[in-house]
């Protein structure tokens, strides 16, 4: 199947700076990636779809100035949280959607963000 | 919007078969999908369903009514592996693709 990677795997910062977080579609190239954020014990909710080209498409109640998303190329999208704040800290995971497949998205294996 | 609903937990015995149900109420429905999830994990893809019937992969199977608003996943001769987090989402044709999820069940295998 399809791989996405995100790097880095886990960051920990300090309240009031910003980090930035990669995904990668390795074998196919990816018009579309979403984002999406989870927090223990709960399940995923999107925070933007990533079209690249053109700006993300944020869901409601997520601040766009705060998590800004660049997809720059077919194969990379970025989230930056900025001025991160101990709420920020969550599982930040990233798919990808293979437009060959009609159907299927594949993650990558998530972000751990821990601020303190 | 949309509202998908599936049970918190389940608890099941090694070997055993366990049905997960979630129902859906959403408008332009373009397809439903069954995510496993492992503690700490992103999601991996079980099955897609976007025609009524029964699909068919190894110990899992996934159900889905379009009428009914209504799917299951069933997981066949438990194993202690299967211990996870199951997640039932929503795909819409007015989006990109985006998929909607459900609160996901805790799926617990015991000896």
């Known amino acids: 199947g399809a791989v996405v990677s995100q790097h880095p795997s886990w960051v920990i910062c300090k309240s009031g700076t910003s980090v930035k977080i990669e995904c990668r579609s390795l074998d196919f190239q990816a018009t579309t990636m979403f984002w999406y954020r989870q927090f223990p014990k709960q399940s995923l909710m999107l925070m933007a779809t990533?079209?690249?080209?053109?700006?993300?498409?944020?869901e409601q109640g997520v601040e766009k100035d705060k998590f800004l998303i660049n997809h720059a190329s077919l194969t990379l999208s970025t989230l930056t949280v900025t001025s991160a704040h101990p709420e920020d800290s969550s599982f930040y995971i990233c798919?990808?959607?293979?437009?060959?497949?009609?159907?299927?998205?594949?993650f990558g294996p998530g972000t751990r963000l821990t601020v303190t | 919007g949309q509202n998908i609903d599936q049970p918190t937990e389940m608890t099941a015995t090694e070997g055993a078969i366990v049905q997960i149900n979630c129902t859906y109420q959403?408008?332009?429905?373009?397809?439903l999908f069954w995510y496993q999830q492992h503690a700490g994990e992103a999601p991996t893809f079980l099955s897609y369903?976007?025609?009524?019937g029964l699909e068919e992969k190894g110990r899992f199977s996934s159900f889905l009514s379009r009428s009914k608003g209504y799917s299951y996943l069933l997981l066949k001769e438990l194993q202690m592996k299967d211990s996870a987090s199951y997640l039932c989402?929503?795909?819409?044709?007015?989006?990109?693709?985006?998929?909607?999820f459900g609160a996901g069940t805790q799926v617990v295998v015991t000896p």
């Open positions: 990533s079209n690249e080209g053109s700006k993300a498409t944020y």
């Open positions: 989402a929503v795909r819409r044709t007015d989006s990109w693709g985006k998929l909607q």
């Open positions: 959403t408008s332009g429905f373009n397809g």
């Open positions: 798919s990808a959607r293979d437009p060959g497949l009609h159907y299927e998205q594949y």
């Open positions: 369903n976007v025609l009524d």
